[in-house]
Structure formats: C-alpha cells, structure tokens
Nanobody
Framework: VQLQAFGGGLVQAGGFLRLSCAASGGAFSRYAMGWFRQGPGKEREFVAAISRSGYSTYYRDSVKGRFTISRDNAKNTVYLQMNSLKPEDTADYHC???????????????????WGQGTQVTVSS
C-alpha cells in the first residue's frame, strides 16, 4: 500500500487546514487508518485514527473537539479536518495504514504497517 499525504501549509493560530491521504495498491477498506505527527525536537505522537468502516474514531486528548478524522472508502482517501489550530499543532503529519481483520484502530505507531511521507503543518501565533 502506498500512501500520499497532502494539504499541509502555513496558517495562523485559530485557522484551519484539511489534510488528505490517498492510498493506492491495496484494498483500502481492509485498513484502519491513522494520523501521527512529529513536531520539532519531539517524538512522533498519535493524533487520530479511524476504523475500517469509519464507524469508530479515536483522538488524542489535545485535539478532541478540534480535529475530525474521516474516510471515503470509495475514493481510497482518509481526511483530517483541523480547526482552531494552535502553535503547538505545528508538526510533520503522517498518515498510516493498519491492516485489520476486525474493527477498531490502533493508537500506537507500531500497530501500523504502512506509512506515507509527511506533510508539514505550521501554525503561527
């Protein structure tokens, strides 16, 4: 599975961005999908995940109520709508695919099988 993320950019605090991650080369609906980020000088951290069907979603506490993960299995794409952005959201954002036979989604990076390149999000104060 190949993953390509895009949609990052420079935005002022309080603004919004929508990240997209397009998948190819595999049965997209067999994968739970996740977004992770790595800020400058920080370790990679979980941001959000969504189950294969899209029924279940998971978020890190600091983005709950501001970020929304969604997917369109017909378009092989997962999205991350980011509202009310804060400077601490500045990071390189990566999407990842977690092959699963059941529902749910991983919240740890080792649970993911495929990773896309990052898209940079910079939030100015």
């Amino acid at each position: 599975v190949q993953l390509q993320a895009f949609g990052g950019g420079l935005v002022q605090a309080g603004g919004f961005l929508r990240l997209s991650c397009a998948a190819s080369g595999g049965a997209f609906s067999r994968y739970a999908m996740g977004w992770f980020r790595q800020g400058p000088g920080k370790e990679r951290e979980f941001v959000a995940a969504i189950s294969r069907s899209g029924y279940s979603t998971y978020y890190r506490d600091s983005v709950k109520g501001r970020f929304t993960i969604s997917r369109d299995n017909a378009k092989n794409t997962v999205y991350l709508q980011m509202n009310s952005l804060k400077p601490e959201d500045t990071a390189d954002y990566h999407c990842a695919a977690d092959f699963r036979t059941g529902q749910g989604a991983g919240v740890r990076s080792y649970e993911y099988d495929y990773w896309g390149q990052g898209t940079q999000v910079t939030v100015s104060s």
